[in-house]
C-alpha cells in the first residue's frame, strides 16, 4: 500500500531520532533520499548504518545521500532542495522533521531562548516548506510536505513555553499551506507524536528524576508506553505515500491515545 520505489524525498534532522528512523525506512521503502542535518558526524553514521542493512524481505532498494544542512539559513535549504532536484529529476516527497526540544517553564525561558528555539522549530520549518514547495510547484506530479509537528502543536502542556508554541508553527504551517496550494496537487500534513524513546528521551533514564518523568509520560499515553521511532516514520510514510492521496492539512496524532483522553 505505501510504496515509495523512485521517489525523491528528502528528510531534515536526519541524523537522529525520528528523522534518522524516516530515512531508514524510506529507502527501505525504495525512496531516493536526501538526509539533511547539521551534524556531520551523525550523518556519517546514518550511511553506514543503511549500507549495512540486511537484505530485509519487502527491502525495496532505495538510497541516500547526507548533506549537511542547518535549516535556519536560507541558503542551506535551498541548496538542500536543489541538491534532491539535481540528483534525483525532481522533488516528491519533504519531510520537515528538524528541531530542537527544550523544556523550560515562562520564567526559565529567556527571550534568547525563545529566539532559539522559534529560530530551528518555527523558521526552518517555515524555510523548508516554502523552498521544497517551490519546487514542487512546477512539477506534473505535484509533490507532498510531511511536517513533524508533536502533541504540543495541538494542545497546552507544562514546562513548554516556547517549544510548544513553536510546535503549534508546525501545525499551522500545514493548516495554511495545505490550503494553498492543494490546487496543484501538493498536500501538506503533519504527524503530531507523543513521547517518543528517541536516544535523547532514553538518556533521561540517567539523570535524576528521569525515569519518575518517563514512567509518569508512559502512563498518560493510554496505550501505557512511549512511542517507538519508526511508529512515527511509518506514519509519515503513508502520509507521504499515494496511499493518502485525499489526505491533506490533517495533524495526525501518533501517540498511543494522549490527545484523546
Ligand atoms: P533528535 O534530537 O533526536 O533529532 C533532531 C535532529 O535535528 C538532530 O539530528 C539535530 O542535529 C537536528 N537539528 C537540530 N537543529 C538543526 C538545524 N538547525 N538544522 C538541521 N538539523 C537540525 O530529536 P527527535 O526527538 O527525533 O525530534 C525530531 C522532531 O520530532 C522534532 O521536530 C521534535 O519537535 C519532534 N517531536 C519529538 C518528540 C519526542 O518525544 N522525541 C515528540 C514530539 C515531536
Not at 80 to 89: E, H, N, P, S
Not at 116 to 127: I, N, P
Request: glycine share 12%.
Amino acid at each position: 500500500l505505501v510504496d515509495l520505489r523512485g521517489r525523491s524525498c528528502l528528510v531534515t534532522g536526519a541524523a537522529s531520532g525520528i528523522g534518522r528512523a524516516t530515512a531508514e525506512l524510506l529507502v527501505r521503502l525504495g525512496a531516493q533520499v536526501v538526509a539533511a542535518d547539521v551534524d556531520a558526524d551523525g550523518l556519517a553514521r546514518l550511511t553506514a548504518r543503511t549500507a549495512m542493512r540486511e537484505d530485509a524481505p519487502g527491502d525495496a532498494g532505495g538510497e541516500v545521500v547526507t548533506l549537511v544542512c542547518d535549516v535556519t539559513v536560507p541558503e542551506d535549504v535551498r541548496r538542500m532542495v536543489d541538491q534532491a532536484v539535481t540528483r534525483f529529476g525532481r522533488l516528491d516527497v519533504a519531510v520537515a522533521n528538524a528541531g530542537i526540544l527544550p523544556l523550560s517553564d515562562l520564567a526559565e525561558t529567556s527571550p534568547e531562548d525563545w529566539d532559539k528555539v522559534m529560530a530551528v522549530d518555527g523558521k526552518g520549518m517555515f524555510l523548508t516548506c516554502k523552498y521544497a514547495i517551490e519546487a514542487m510547484a512546477g512539477q506534473p506530479r505535484g509533490g507532498a510536505v510531511v511536517c513533524v509537528s508533536s502533541i504540543s502543536g495541538l494542545a497546552g502542556q507544562a514546562r513548554q513555553a516556547a517549544y510548544g508554541p513553536a510546535k503549534f508553527v508546525a501545525s499551522g504551517l500545514t493548516m495554511h499551506l495545505a490550503v494553498e496550494w492543494a490546487d496543484r496537487g501538493i498536500r501538506v500534513n503533519a504527524v503530531a507524536p507523543g513521547t517518543i524513546t528517541t536516544e535523547r528521551v532514553q538518556a533521561l533514564q540517567d539523570e535524576p528524576g528521569g525515569p519518575e518523568y518517563l514512567d509518569v509520560m508512559a502512563r498518560s499515553h493510554p496505550l501505557g508506553r512511549l512511542g517507538e521511532p519508526e511508529e512515527v516514520a511509518r506514519a509519515i510514510a503513508f502520509l507521504a505515500s499515494d496511499a493518502a492521496s485525499f489526505i491533506t492539512g490533517v495533524v495526525l496524532p501518533v501517540d498511543g491515545g494522549y490527545l484523546a483522553r
